[in-house]
């Protein structure tokens, strides 16, 4: 009977933290935010599945205050994937809720999807990007690598955000 109370108390808890608002950062600099860069870790995803390593985004202004993604990523055969999209900013007063669209169609973006900044570096030197569901996420950096300290305090970003930081998977760069 105790058992039985502990694993209800357990999946109570788990559901209330799953059930937990998402929060982003409280302002990103998009001039800032724009330029390279490297995909550090992520949580593993359809659309991404034929990236094999130097997963990279990348992010440039437009003159409409749109933003134009590009993703790249070198696939098992040695080829380069890339594709390319839009974001448009849905929280003017923060510009860290994002909706981004890859796919274009009769001179319209179709299908877009969230990206939500939930941790970024005072420097611009990392970022957490997530979903309000937690299905999708990722750790970005402008450099190839995090050492330990910075990871460690990502994964505490994570754990606080409701993210299991064991789920992010690191990605390859050469």
């Known amino acids: 009977m105790i058992y039985k109370q502990a694993c209800l108390l357990l999946l109570a808890a788990s559901a209330a933290l799953s059930a937990q608002e998402l929060t982003t950062v409280a302002r990103v600099d998009l001039e800032r935010y724009a330029g390279l860069w490297y995909e550090v870790a992520k949580i593993p995803n359809r659309f991404q599945k034929s990236c094999d390593a130097n997963t990279t985004a990348e992010y440039g202004l437009l003159p409409d205050g749109r ?101 992010f998977v690191d990605s390859p760069q050469e």
């Open 67 to 167: 933003i134009q993604v590009v993703n790249r990523c070198r696939k098992a055969n040695g080829n380069v994937n890339s594709v390319t999209g839009v974001a448009k900013v849905v929280d003017a007063q923060s510009n860290a809720k994002l909706k981004v669209s890859f796919v274009r169609f009769l001179g319209k973006q179709w299908f877009f999807g969230d990206y939500w900044i939930i941790g970024l570096d005072d420097d611009y030197r990392w970022a957490i990007v997530g979903t309000p569901g937690r299905k999708y996420g990722w750790i970005l950096a402008r450099s190839k690598t995090l050492d330990a300290e910075t990871r460690a305090t990502i994964d505490e970003i994570l754990r606080k955000q409701g993210y299991d930081p064991a789920k």
